[in-house]
């Protein structure tokens, strides 16, 4: 039976060639084909949902440039880690739309930053219309898999994030079902209370290289599960049923050795799949700074490398889902 080809995701839009979560970013994204695309959302002071990929900010908008926010910086522990910067749940939203975006990785990609300062921050509210716009004119259903950051560390400041997302949606009148809508989080305690909330969706448990989930943390200290234990056969027996899929670190199906050397894809694919879960990963970039030193070549850190080589192994691992930041390149590897 021949397999099926993976989907691919338009990650934070099209960070490769545009400030992420821009709208440029997602309308490119969109033009260039992708199955669906990718915002992450936190929350403003008011409660709207904004798509960013961290709720600290100053390394994505213009806000640290702004004179009349400058006493807004602070430092705060958000998953048991401290920041220092600006931070969303700190602004309205009406504040949070004069901010405009930046690259994010302005070295690495200077041709994205070219675009800096020139398009305002997005709530999930207008994603979801781009999305839907898109879908009617491309005449095909474009998928949308969204993020929630957080949502612990929100939780303990006043907000219930599976709220907020239950009443966007259906403000929306978004119609997601298991085939356009995934929602995927690093904490899956929100997972269970948004499929609780009847939430038609795949619901997608995202599983780092390293480290333990903060939700697991908060709940039973040191006792909480590693994120490599979870994505063991126990771990995924623990998950089937509960969740449907998986979303990783690509380093767990590269699993390169010492010397950063991968054998071929390892089998936490076909483990997954054998207990009913779909697996997607994260994220494939062709610049050498991001590539297992294997795949890397001449010409520095923002030098593509022999990304072929490494996605080639991702793909023949049998994934579901792969998240890119070059859309076009993505569809032209994956989707052969």
């Known amino acids: 039976m021949p397999r099926t080809r993976p989907l691919v995701i338009g990650h934070r839009g099209a960070p490769g060639y545009r400030p992420e979560h821009s709208r440029s970013a997602y309308e490119l994204a969109l033009a260039m084909g992708v ?13 709207v949902l904004v798509v960013r990929h961290e709720n600290e900010i100053s390394g994505s908008t213009d806000v640290s440039d702004r004179l009349e926010y400058s006493r807004r910086r602070t430092t705060k522990t958000v998953d048991g880690v401290d920041h220092t910067g600006w931070f969303t749940e700190d602004f309205t939203w009406d504040e949070l739309a004069t901010l405009r975006c930046r690259e994010r990785l302005p070295a690495l990609r200077p041709s994205s930053a070219s675009f800096d300062d020139t398009q305002p921050v997005l709530r999930l509210r207008d994603v979801l219309d781009l999305v839907r716009e898109a879908s009617i004119e491309q005449h095909r259903a474009i998928g949308l898999v969204l993020e929630i950051k957080h949502a612990t560390y929100f939780e303990s400041i006043g907000w219930d994030v599976a709220a907020l997302v239950d009443t966007e949606l259906r403000g929306a009148g978004w ?3 298991e085939a356009t809508l995934t929602i995927e989080s690093f904490e899956s305690t929100v997972l269970g209370r948004l499929r609780d909330r009847g939430i038609r969706a795949s619901y997608v448990y995202l599983i780092e290289a390293a480290g333990r989930p ?15 234990q979870t994505a ?3 771990g995924l027996d623990a998950l ?9 670190d690509k380093r767990l199906i590269l699993a390169p050795d010492r010397l950063g050397r991968t054998s071929g894809p390892s089998a936490l694919v076909s483990d997954a799949h054998e207990r009913g879960l ?7 970039r062709p610049e050498n700074e991001f590539l297992i030193p294997q795949f890397r070549g001449r010409g520095g850190a923002r030098a593509f490398g022999d990304w072929r080589g490494e996605w080639s192994v991702i793909r023949d691992s049998g994934v579901d889902g792969v998240f890119v ?11 052969t």
């Open 214 to 228: 903060f939700d697991l943390v908060a709940a039973r200290g040191k006792a909480a599960p590693t994120y490599r």
């Open 240 to 248: 089937a049923g509960v969740v449907d899929g998986i979303s990783v």
């Open 175 to 177: 119609q997601g079902d």
């Open 232 to 234: 063991r056969p126990a």
């Open 325 to 335: 930041d070059h859309p076009d390149l993505g569809i032209e590897l994956f989707r």
């Open 278 to 284: 779909r697996v997607f990963t994260w994220t494939c």
């Open 35 to 47: 199955d669906a695309v990718e915002p992450d959302i936190v929350v403003s002071r008011d409660s």
